[in-house]
């Protein structure tokens, strides 16, 4: 990520309406624990497990983003934008007792204000496809994935 990144977002989020009691900004080092407990406590072990290669995963996305209210890191998103075609979205998550309170829509939101033209592309758990629906998503079937770790 980049001081441009950095200014592109705040251009970007100056014009969204975002819900009033949060704030979103750009993913920093140090949000990394936080990370990797919302995604252990939601059953994603992957940056528990593999702490060096989430968070190089980390270090090379972008947009990665952070909810924040009163200090504590709420939700975040990580994804991926060639800025003209495809933005990919890796993870979105938010905490259990902030859903349903808009805080997943505006990631997503910000994720696509960045970068317009783009097309939002997701991989959903059966739990989420509702809500990607919801927000206008089409459904376009199944999702291919090959492990070499
Ligand atoms: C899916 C998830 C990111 C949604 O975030 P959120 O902050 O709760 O979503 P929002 O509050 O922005 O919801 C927007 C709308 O979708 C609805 N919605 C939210 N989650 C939903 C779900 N699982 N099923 C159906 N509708 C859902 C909300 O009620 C809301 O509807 P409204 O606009 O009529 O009020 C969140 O539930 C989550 O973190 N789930 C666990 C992790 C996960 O599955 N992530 C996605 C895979 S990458």
């Not at 990370?35 to 252990?40: C, G, H, N, T, V």
């Not at 209210?69 to 934008?81: C, H, P």
């Not at 997943?104 to 939101?109: A, I, N, T």
């Amino acid at each position: 990520m980049t001081s441009h990144h950095i200014s592109e977002l705040e251009h970007t989020l100056a014009q969204l309406n975002l819900p009033e009691d949060i704030a979103i900004r750009a993913w920093q080092e140090q949000d990394f624990p936080a990370i990797q407990r919302l995604s252990e406590a939601k059953g994603w072990p992957t940056p528990s497990r593999r702490p060096e290669d989430a968070l190089a995963g980390w270090r090379n996305s972008w947009p990665t983003l952070v909810a924040e209210a009163d200090g504590e890191v709420i939700g975040f998103v990580r994804a991926w934008s060639d800025k003209h075609i495809t933005t990919y979205i890796f993870e979105l998550l938010i905490v259990e007792q902030w859903r349903g309170r808009g805080v997943g829509s505006s990631l997503l939101d910000a994720c696509h204000a960045l970068y317009p033209r783009a097309r939002l592309e997701v991989s959903s758990t059966e739990h989420s496809s509702s809500f990607y629906r919801r927000y206008g998503f089409r459904d376009l079937g199944l999702t291919h994935r090959k492990s070499y770790v």
